[in-house]
């Protein structure tokens, strides 16, 4: 390994980069997209989660205090959008960015100039969908879902925008999957077959082919309901021979392998800190391939389960009860697998462990929840309920993004050549588990109780929990500012990182020198 | 402040140790909310076995092969007996949830041979009732005042949960909804029913209940419809048959009255003083929701009635938009929703107040000729 670094220390000298804004504009390295993507989806994550906190702050005590319900709407609109468009998204690929050139042994991304172009219309897009909140009228406030005919004739004109947006993210999306795919099958190293790539890079293979798959179904019913809104067609109206339900359709035949498309890649990265934190080698990798594929495969055949309210034929809630029944099956094999790796290992607690395991919990309880949500006449009951909405943030939040926190402790050593202060790191992670329960928790009881989602305003009887649900959500939010204050103050220094800081890591990754050199891998390395 | 932290966090100890009805789903009141209760139950129980048994391996993993305990780490890496174990019982207790939860769906999904039908019909942001075979229609808007929304007033008991005109349906009796909506989509809900059916404009959905106690229940529309979502409730009176059917001949009468009340009065002239009072009535109930308090709407969502064009020259349209809508708009038909000297006095009203002073007078016999075109 020491010739790889020496080639590259020489590599370095020659190499001339722009310096100033032009470097970060017209760059083509994975590394600083990478980076620019973890940035952009972090300050993205904060302007979604100061929403959140509006929300939080009206939904404090019963009556309306501080916002008026057309306003509450555009908030719980646009925090839905940017937290899965661009905070979850934007963060994983930055991650891809990053990661998979270096655990795969390539140089770069296979096509570079196109990696730099999907990052920078990003910014363009969350600028033309953060605008719209000011014009007359409001932002999008019809739900991140934005279903017909709301979304159409009862919108206000920033719907023009919000569509226009999200066109764009969609465009950085497939742009973004098309990269990893081809990177991933022209570009692994030499020796590194498919069955020998780290996790996280087979699960981010599949999550493109899923985004590949689903964007421009997104793209189209975006485009339908801008045709509904301003060019007369009726694909959702009645009056005109459409079908408001078929949106619906449309919508979560997207949305559904939408939901995987921003957890496969957390599986990946839990299955990569498990055993390096347990110094064990990952129980059954092969069924871990087989059980992502196999969840990616479903994800296209249970769509229907997000509407089985909409009046659906009986067999047609039979099967996508059944369908959406059936991924718990694959999901606990890969939860079962975590827990088997875990056993008789060698376990210790850093940061990034930390984070993992509060994910394989707090995510399996979400899935439980997911699970008694399939069940159809059940799921009559918690439908639109806060049941939905402790769900859905229990497999975002504490998996999603608790899965993306483990990740950037995990490697930011290799990022900046730094240690991280793992006190403060700790001080992150204890306050974030507290607070997303606190946060999460008492949600379930809500929607059981019968709280809709998605009101401004509620009755005397849920007073007690959303006062509690408050207070962890402005514990959480701020707990996050510590997160940006572990990260700047290893970014400016600290210990130094050696190669492989953690003992247990496996991958090529960690064969690199802390922090990673600006060009990686240039003669390819041999995979036994 | 702080001591209502304080209290909200004491509270929620109780809260968690009892009550129930507070914290978990609802049993209801019928045979089929009962059966989803304990579908919810024991799904939620099989649930928890599961969690015991994959967190504790968990636990037992932190806390006796931590690396600080000195415990080396064994070499497996897998097993195929055990993985097919852990694919195959998952999908057994499948099967085992599938049975029950199969067979309450084709219960609940079969509304044939219902006894009495009502046609539920949503708009932004009311309920509209309809009961088949018998003349007795009616809107149901929420009843809780702005003042107790805005905290100006204390809070009521039903804060949110009360409607000015209940939907009356008998006990021990199979009751099929038809439900659909007049403008975006809704959803008609009652917990204690366990009905919860989208309102699609332009279909027409079906449901039904059978309830097995008298009493008042109360549910709340679960489609985001747009602004005042939160503020369109649903509220069932379920009365023993005969009571039911008295009360709903006695709506008959009175339905029957109030139309012949209604033609008498379109010789009749109602004073300035008098339509501007009702109007303003009517408008803070049927208006203002869109077109706010003060008359100036939300600039591009809802338009400004306050010295517009319409309101301050053109009668004509001003009465038409009223009683037919506006296709393609939020801006309802309230022909069908209020009575004649409603409509006129809310025309009045709006042609008046906010300093239109347009000082035209509005009466019933001049809406009744756009009524019948």
Redesign the interface.
Known sequence: MSTVAGEMDHHDHHHHAPSGITRWLFTTNHKDIGSMYLWFSFIMFLVGGSMAMVIRAELFQ????LVD??FF?QMTTVHGLIMVFGAVMPAFTGLANWMVPMMIGAPDMALPRMNNWSFWILPFAFAILLASLF????GP???WTF?A??ST??S???TALFVFSVHIMGISSIMGAINVIVTIMNMRAPGMTYMKMPLFVWTWFITAFLLIAVMPVLAGAVTMVLTDKYFGTSFF???GGG???LFQHIFWFFGHPEVYIMILPSFGIISAIIPAF??????????MVYATAAIAGLSFIVWAHHMF???MP?AA??FF??AT??I??PT??K??NW???????????ETPMLFA?AF??LF??GG?SG??LA????D??Y???YFVVAHFHYVLVSGAIFSIMAAAYYWLPKWTGYMYDETLAKWHFWCSLISVNVLFF?MH?AG???M??????????FA??N??VS?GGFAFGLSQLIFLWVVIKCVRGGEKAPAKPWE?AEGLEWTVPSPAPYHTFETPPEVK | MST??IT??L??IP?AASAQ??????QGVTEISQ??YD??MT??YI?CV??VI??G??FV??IL????KG?????????VK??IL??VI??LI?VG??IP??K???A??DASEAEVTVLVTGS?WKWHYKYFDRDVEFFSLLATRQD????RLD?G?????EVDRPLVIPTDTKVRFL?TSD???H?W?V?DF?????A????I??AWTKVDKPGIYR?????????????MPVVVIAKEPAEYEAWISEQEAIAKAEKEEEQRLLSMSMSKEELMELGERIYLGSCAACHQANGEG????FPSLKGTEMVMNDKAGHIDIVVNGK????MQAFGNQLSLRELAAVITYERNAWGNDTGDLIQAADVNDYLNN
């Open positions: 019963p009556g309306l205090q319900p057309h709407n014009m007359e009228g409001g406030a019809f739900g279903y005919p709301l004739t009862y206000s004109d920033s109206d009645a009056a079908d408001p339900v347990s110094r064990k080698k990952l129980f059954g990798y092969s069924s309210t909409t009046g009986v809630e039979i009860m059944y029944m059936l718990s099956v606990g094999v939860v079962f827990v088997a790796t875990m056993w008789r290992g060698s376990i210790s607690f395991l394989v919990i399996t309880i439980f699970l008694m069940i159809t006449p059940v009559f009951q439908h639109d309920t008492p009881f059981l109780a019968g809709p989602r998605r009101i401004p305003d509620y009755s005397l009887q007690d929990i006062q509690i207070i247990g | 209502r932290l909200a966090l509270a929620s809260l009805s507070q914290l978990n789903l609802t059966r989803v579908l919810h799904i939620f649930c599961i969690g994959v967190f391996a968990m993993s932190m092969h931590r690396k600080s415990h080396k780490p064994a070499t497996f890496h897998e097993n055990v993985e852990w694919t998952p999908f499948l949830m599938a939860a199969t309450t769906l084709f609940m999904e932004q107790q929304i805005n905290n809070k008991e039903n804060y949110l949960l439900v403008d975006v989509i959803s809900w917990p366990a009905v919860k059916k989208d699609n404009p332009g279909f959905n079906e549910g709340q529309c679960a489609e985001l419809c747009g602004k005042d979502h939160g503020f939300i600039p591009g969502v296709a393609g708009t939020a």
